[in-house]
């Protein structure tokens, strides 16, 4: 198999540049999927990518643009992104559009599954990992509400729905030694959600943040 030629760094940065831009001319709107968000799940992917075997330049990239959907609609799916991707990417320079494209659908948490590629897998992980900090749901859970427009309940049955059966199945994280530090953390935040969603039944729950709301 011939050597692949690595994305240059200039294009790399030229892809860090455009979605820096895009991030600070969108701010008021990614309260959640803001450059805060996309430089954490860049530089923790490069990390798992390097001690998975992956192609770090390709992870790194991928990155930077996983989650351009938000940009286009709300609450959105990352194949939303694909036109804003493929734009982002060419001007750039960078070739590998198709690849980039396949990693970032593949490592999606609603339906990504146990046999992702190595580089699907080390995004997947720093996406996963910021979702299971533990500060996420007290400092973040409701910018990601105002975000997307979308209801206490509608966000925590989402978390339940997507994250505990891939967590309950052992690869909520792929990456052995993230698996090792981080489920502890993982597994508190979705025992959070999952009484959240039970909590929302109580009417006396209900009218408490109804009242709250108004």
């Not at 030229?14 to 991030?23: G, I």
């Not at 320079?93 to 990504?112: K, S």
């Not at 859970?141 to 427009?149: I, R, V």
Request: hydrophobic share 45%; net charge negative.
């Amino acid at each position: 198999m011939p050597t692949r030629t690595a994305i240059p760094r200039s294009a790399i940065t030229a892809v860090e540049r455009q979605v820096f831009e895009l991030c600070q001319e969108l701010a008021p709107r990614l309260q959640f999927h803001g450059w805060h968000h996309v430089s954490f799940v860049r530089d923790k992917s490069v990390h798992f990518a390097s001690r998975n075997g992956a192609s770090s330049d390709v992870v790194e990239v991928a990155a930077l643009v996983h989650d351009l959907n938000y940009m286009v609609r709300r609450n959105s799916l990352p194949v939303e992104g694909s036109e804003l991707r493929a734009s982002v990417l060419s001007s750039a320079g960078v070739a590998e559009v198709a690849w980039i494209e396949d990693i970032v659908l593949e490592a999606e948490m609603r339906t990504r599954h146990r046999d992702i590629s190595l580089e699907a897998q080390a995004l997947s992980d720093a996406d996963t990992l910021f979702k299971a900090l533990p500060v996420t749901p007290v400092v973040l859970a409701h910018k990601y509400l105002q975000e997307n427009g979308i209801t206490l309940r509608e966000l925590a049955q989402k978390i339940v729905g997507e994250q505990v059966g891939k967590h309950d199945s052992g690869f909520y994280f792929y990456d052995a030694e993230a698996a090792a530090t981080y489920s502890k953390w993982a597994s508190a935040n979705l025992k959070l959600w999952q009484c959240i969603v039970e909590s929302l039944d109580d009417p006396c729950v209900e009218d408490l943040l109804t009242a709250v709301a108004s």
